[in-house]
C-alpha cells in the first residue's frame, strides 16, 4: 500500500503515468521508451522523394480520418483530397484559416503527444498547388496517430504499419497538402481551404 501511494506521488510530481508503467496489469504493458521531440518543429514545403522507393508506405484518401470532407481535385494524386474546410460555416471558416496550421504525433494506448509542429504562412509557396510538408521522424506503434489542426480534423492511424519484427525502424513522416484562398496566397480567387491528398511514411537508414 505503501508503495502504491509512493509511485502515486511520483508520478503526480513529475508528470509521468509511473502508475501504469509499473502496473502491466492495467493490459497496456510495461510502457515503451518513448522519443519526444523537446521543441516544436517549425516546417515549409519539403525536397521531393521517390514515392516508389522500398519501404516507403503511402496513406491514401480511405485511411484519412477526422471532420474533413472527401471532394474531388484535379491536382491531387488520386483525383480526390480530403478538405478541412468544406461545409463548415462561414464563420468557422475565418476562424480556421486565422490560425496557424498545426499538427503533432500522438500515441493513444499511453495518451502521449511525441511531437507537435506547425506551417508559417509566410513560407507557404503561393501557387496554391500540392506540396509534401515535412512532420517529423518517429518509431510506429500500433496506436500512433497523425493529427492535423483544430480539433483534429485531418488524422491518419499511423499504426496501421507497425511491424513487431522491426519494432526500431524510424520514419519520416510526410504530408501532401494544398493551402489555397486569400487567406494563404496574396489576392487569391479561390475559396479558403486546407487539403490533404496523402501521408508518406519515409524509412530512415541506419
Same mark, same amino acid.
Given at each position: 500500500?505503501?508503495?502504491?501511494?509512493?509511485?502515486?506521488?511520483?508520478?503526480?510530481?513529475?508528470?509521468?503515468?509511473?502508475?501504469?508503467?509499473?502496473?502491466?496489469?492495467? @493490459?497496456?504493458?510495461?510502457?515503451?521508451?518513448?522519443?519526444?521531440?523537446?521543441?516544436? +518543429?517549425?516546417?515549409?514545403?519539403?525536397?521531393?522523394? #521517390?514515392?516508389?522507393?522500398?519501404?516507403?508506405?503511402?496513406?491514401?484518401? #480511405?485511411?484519412?480520418? @477526422?471532420? @474533413?470532407?472527401r471532394i474531388k481535385?484535379? #491536382?491531387?494524386? *488520386?483525383?480526390?483530397?480530403?478538405? &478541412?474546410? *468544406?461545409k463548415k460555416t462561414?464563420?468557422?471558416?475565418?476562424? +480556421?484559416?486565422?490560425?496557424?496550421?498545426?499538427?503533432?504525433?500522438?500515441?493513444?494506448?499511453?495518451?502521449?503527444? =511525441?511531437?507537435?509542429?506547425?506551417? =508559417?504562412?509566410?513560407?507557404?509557396?503561393?501557387?496554391?498547388?500540392?506540396?509534401?510538408?515535412?512532420?517529423?521522424?518517429?518509431?510506429?506503434?500500433?496506436?500512433?496517430?497523425?493529427?492535423? &489542426?483544430?480539433?483534429?480534423? +485531418?488524422?491518419? *492511424? +499511423?499504426?496501421? $504499419?507497425?511491424?513487431?519484427?522491426?519494432?526500431?525502424? *524510424? $520514419?519520416?513522416?510526410? @504530408?501532401?497538402?494544398?493551402?489555397?484562398?486569400?487567406?494563404?496566397?496574396? #489576392?487569391?480567387?479561390?475559396?479558403?481551404?486546407?487539403? =490533404?491528398?496523402?501521408?508518406?511514411?519515409?524509412?530512415?537508414?541506419?
Open positions: 500500500m505503501v508503495r502504491r501511494v509512493f509511485i502515486t506521488i511520483c508520478a503526480t510530481i513529475f508528470g509521468i503515468n509511473a502508475l501504469s508503467a509499473a502496473a502491466p496489469e492495467n @493490459g497496456k504493458g510495461k510502457m515503451p521508451n518513448f522519443k519526444i521531440a523537446k521543441t516544436q +518543429l517549425s516546417t515549409s514545403p519539403a525536397a521531393k522523394f #521517390d514515392q516508389a522507393a522500398p519501404g516507403i508506405r503511402l496513406f491514401n484518401i #480511405d485511411d484519412i480520418r @477526422g471532420g @474533413g470532407v481535385d484535379a #491536382d491531387a494524386p *488520386e483525383g480526390t483530397a480530403i478538405s &478541412h474546410a *468544406e462561414e464563420a468557422q471558416r475565418v476562424d +480556421l484559416h486565422k490560425r496557424t496550421f498545426t499538427f503533432g504525433i500522438y500515441e493513444k494506448t499511453w495518451k502521449k503527444m =511525441l511531437q507537435v509542429g506547425y506551417v =508559417l504562412k509566410n513560407r507557404l509557396p503561393q501557387d496554391e498547388k500540392y506540396h509534401w510538408y515535412y512532420m517529423g521522424n518517429t518509431v510506429l506503434y500500433p496506436q500512433l496517430v497523425l493529427w492535423m &489542426h483544430q480539433n483534429w480534423g +485531418l488524422s491518419v *492511424e +499511423l499504426g496501421k $504499419y507497425y511491424d513487431a519484427a522491426v519494432p526500431d525502424q *524510424e $520514419y519520416k513522416i510526410y @504530408g501532401l497538402l494544398k493551402f489555397q484562398g486569400p487567406g494563404y496566397v496574396k #489576392d487569391s480567387k479561390q475559396p479558403g481551404d486546407i487539403r =490533404l491528398a496523402q501521408i508518406a511514411l519515409v524509412p530512415i537508414k541506419k
